[in-house]
């Protein structure tokens, strides 16, 4: 049986550790191809621009889009082929 009152105290609780805006523990951008996992407790959106981007992979899937918003879950990995380096790597907790 869950208790009600305590699931919502420790949901309140967790929501107040949700980073807010662009993360400032966020990974910095690695090397060209090299995956990067989501090693957060939260869904994050990464948004990725400028450079010169070829392939944007999500899991080891490539996504068939070089730039914009990528979903990744807790444990999930994004890995970006490049030859010049986004100049915007943010990374937001939903």
Do not use: H
């Amino acid at each position: 049986m869950v208790d009600v009152a305590q699931l919502a105290t420790t949901m309140a609780a967790a929501e107040l550790e949700k980073p807010t805006g662009d993360w400032g523990d966020k990974p910095a951008i690695p090397a060209s191809t090299v995956a990067e996992t989501n090693d957060s407790a939260w869904l994050m959106w990464v948004e990725i621009t400028g450079g010169t981007v070829t392939v944007v992979a999500v899991d080891g899937v490539t996504t068939g889009r070089t730039s914009g918003a990528f979903f990744l879950r807790p444990g999930s990995s994004i890995a970006i082929t490049y030859s010049v380096v986004p100049t915007s790597w943010k990374w937001f907790a939903l």
